[in-house]
């Protein structure tokens, strides 16, 4: 697999890139860094290395006619236009599963550290203010009433560890999952206004801008939580900040944003929110078992064998 071009349109991480460059010839964000260069090598590209923030557009697509596939290191491909690669037969790949556990983790994290004031209680007793009297009492987690929008692999992950805490689990999606013992409201409001915690993981794009705007927040309501470790523009950023302000809701705990790595002063300002930076994923052994399903999806469409991880819409 020497002689076969890869474009790496991100930054892989060592180990990845490590593989990467022991098997293909890569060029590293050549359409960024240089472009005559990239001119030269473009019509040989035959494969894309994608993070799940990378962003692969029509535009790039067509200027690579010996393109086959795009193969992304995350399980989110929304930045990634699959229907212009569809369209000229161009395959893409991503990393379900190996992730679950610990965008799991990461949502029941947020959800803890907000309703319990763990970061509020570290920065209280760093600043020495303990001696001055207690910190107000938090939100109790365990059973509480927990709401689910999106009950796909990660959803479903999120709430087997919400029935320890002895939660009520309920959710939304795009459709019922009867063989779930879960109650299913048919939008995120009507969720909302059942739920004490609303923990957001749903994939981002067009049919999830902005579903948890004001009218979602309000139905959550001054004593609810909102948890988003999905994608940015899944959330109104503006409502979710006013909000926060008003006191319609209590509080937020939030991995992802609308314009990473910004975070609006605002968010950044508030003692009842919990801010992350994109980690949901970020752990070694679960970073490295993405990078290898990235590399073995490449591996295997140039051996001639079935992709092991396409996306549903390259099935
Ligand atoms: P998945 O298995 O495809 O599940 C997605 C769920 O979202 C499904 O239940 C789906 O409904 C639901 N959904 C899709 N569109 C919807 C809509 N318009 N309204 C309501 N529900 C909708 O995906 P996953 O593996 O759980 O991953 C979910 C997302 O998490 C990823 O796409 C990514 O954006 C995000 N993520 C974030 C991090 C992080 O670092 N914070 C890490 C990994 C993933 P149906 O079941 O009815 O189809």
Same mark, same amino acid.
């Given at each position: 697999?020497?002689?076969? #071009?890869? /474009?790496?349109?991100?930054?892989?991480? !060592?180990?990845l890139l490590e593989k990467l460059n022991a098997a293909f010839r890569m060029h590293q964000r050549l359409?960024?860094?240089?472009?005559?260069? &990239?001119? =030269?090598? +473009? !019509?040989?590209?035959? +494969?894309? $290395? +994608?993070s799940g923030e990378s962003k692969v557009s029509a535009e790039l697509i067509a200027r690579l006619p010996a393109l086959q596939v795009i193969s992304v290191m995350g399980v989110g491909y929304d930045g990634i236009d699959v229907a212009a690669a569809k369209a000229r037969g161009v395959k893409v790949t991503h990393? !379900?599963?190996?992730?679950? #556990? #610990?965008?799991?983790?990461?949502? *029941?994290?947020?959800? /803890? $550290?907000?309703?319990r004031q763990v970061v509020r209680s570290d920065r209280f007793v760093r600043a020495g203010d303990w001696p001055q009297? !207690?910190? +107000?009492?938090?939100?109790?987690?365990? %059973?509480? @009433?927990?709401?689910?929008?999106?009950? %796909? @692999?990660?959803? =479903?992950?999120i709430a087997r560890r919400a029935a320890a805490f002895g939660m009520q689990i309920a959710y939304t999606a795009r459709s019922a999952k009867p063989e779930l013992p879960l109650t299913y409201y048919p939008s995120a409001a009507t969720l909302a206004a059942q739920s004490? &915690?609303?923990?957001? *993981?749903?994939? %981002?794009?067009?049919?999830?801008r902005k579903l948890i705007d004001a009218d979602v927040l309000n139905a959550l309501g001054?004593?609810?939580?909102? *948890?988003?470790?999905?994608?940015?523009?899944v959330v109104d950023q503006s409502a979710l900040v006013a909000a926060l302000q008003a006191g319609t809701i209590?509080? $937020?705990?939030?991995?992802? &944003?609308?314009?990473?790595?910004?975070?609006?002063?605002?968010? @950044?300002?508030m003692e009842n929110v919990v801010l992350t930076s994109h980690i949901g994923s970020a752990t070694t052994q679960t970073r490295r078992a993405m $990078?290898? /399903?990235? &590399?073995?999806n490449l591996e295997a469409h140039f051996a001639g064998k079935p992709l092991l991880t396409p996306v549903p819409e390259c099935r």
């Open positions: 697999m020497s002689d076969i #071009d890869v /474009l790496s349109v991100t930054n892989p991480p !060592p180990y359409h960024e860094t240089d472009p005559a260069a &990239f001119e =030269q090598v +473009a !019509p040989k590209i035959r +494969a894309i $290395a +994608a990393t !379900p599963d190996v992730l679950n #556990d #610990d965008v799991a983790d990461l949502a *029941i994290a947020l959800m /803890l $550290a907000v309703a009297g !207690p910190l +107000a009492l938090g939100r109790k987690v365990s %059973g509480g @009433r927990i709401g689910i929008v999106g009950m %796909g @692999r990660i959803g =479903q992950a004490d &915690f609303l923990v957001v *993981i749903t994939p %981002g794009g067009a049919a999830t001054k004593d609810g939580y909102l *948890i988003n470790v999905a994608r940015g523009s209590a509080g $937020a705990g939030l991995d992802v &944003f609308e314009a990473e790595p910004e975070v609006p002063k605002e968010l @950044r300002e $990078a290898d /399903l990235t &590399f073995d």
